[in-house]
């Protein structure tokens, strides 16, 4: 038997009509061409499907069956076509996000909550697992939005700025560098360094300043939280380098210094890594703005 979904439609509409008449005003079609497709339907069937002498028409056994399969299938049909709908206009879809960036959480939840009110119906979702191997897992498809401040040339992979910060070094108050007004890099050669546990590749004091200048720290710590980092510090457990925004809440903390790296200061730009191709799409290109914006104001706090 070869069912369409005009059938189970029609199955509906004349047991909600009652008559043949009024089911094709339902449907929009004629009441000769509804006739024809019944007859083709228990042709297929093998047996009558409606008790045509009785007012209202009412369903045979056989055609209760095609109406409970009408009700079952006829809804989801329905929210299928909408979702599809959403995605062709862009008010739905997935944005699945990776971050190489532990300190992006400060800003990166105001952007979600604002992206959340703007989008609904957008699946919104932080992929933690997949940090260490976040482009990768773009152009598999299993993220949609990287947040990075390490671009590479990639296949299908477009690179959008951001926002630049800088890298700043803290360190408890009473600290022997409090008195430095920047700090060198051999400066780290007696510390005990304070940071993320992510890759000398995607951690900013190594890649803008240490590495280049071929100088090793005393030692390197790797911690998770912001706050544990900043606590090690205030108890002079070690020193650490972490981006502008993050100290904005202890430049006034006597319990800290914040300094610059080298004279002329460090700078970095963050970026969103997408899939080219997903862009353009209106949620994603507000995403992007809102990462612009909102860590400017924490910026400027």
């Known amino acids: ?17 009652g008559s043949l008449a009024r089911a094709a005003d339902i449907l929009h079609i004629t009441q000769s ?13 093998g047996m009558e499907l409606f008790h045509r002498r009785t007012k209202p028409m009412k369903l045979s056994p056989a055609g209760l069956k095609l109406l409970r399969l009408a009700e079952q299938i006829l809804p989801e049909v329905s929210r299928l076509e909408e979702e599809f709908r959403s995605l062709k206009s862009g008010r739905s879809g997935r944005l699945h996000i990776a971050i190489e960036c532990h300190a992006c959480f400060d800003w990166l939840f105001p952007v979600l909550d604002k992206l959340r009110q703007a989008w609904p119906e957008v699946d919104l979702d932080i992929r933690q697992r997949l940090a260490f191997d976040a482009l990768e897992a773009l152009r598999r498809e299993e993220v949609d939005f990287v947040i990075s401040s390490d671009p590479v040339a990639l296949p ?6 951001l926002f630049d910060y800088e890298p700043r070094f803290v360190a408890a108050s009473n600290h ?3 008195k430095h007004d920047y700090i060198e890099a051999e400066d780290f050669e007696e510390e005990m360094l304070l940071t993320y546990p992510v890759d000398r590749s995607k951690t900013d004091v190594f890649t803008g300043l240490l590495t280049p200048e071929r100088v090793e720290p005393r030692a ?46 460090l700078s970095k730009r963050m970026f969103a890594a997408t899939r080219e191709e997903d862009t353009i799409m209106p949620y994603i290109a507000h995403m992007i703005r809102l990462c612009r914006s909102e860590p400017v104001k924490l910026q400027r706090a």
């Open 1 to 17: 038997m070869y069912l369409e979904f005009r059938h189970l439609r029609t199955i509906r509409a004349i047991h909600q009509a």
């Open 33 to 45: 061409a509804l006739s024809h497709q019944i007859k083709g339907l228990e042709d297929q069937v």
């Open 156 to 161: 299908g992979i477009a690179f959008s700025p």
């Open 176 to 178: 022997r560098l409090a």
């Open 220 to 265: 390197v710590r790797q911690v998770e939280m912001t706050e544990v980092i900043l606590m090690l510090v205030a108890a002079g457990r070690g020193v650490a380098v972490m981006p502008d925004w993050v100290l904005r809440n202890v430049e006034d903390n006597p319990d800290y210094v914040t300094r610059s790296l080298t004279e002329k200061g």
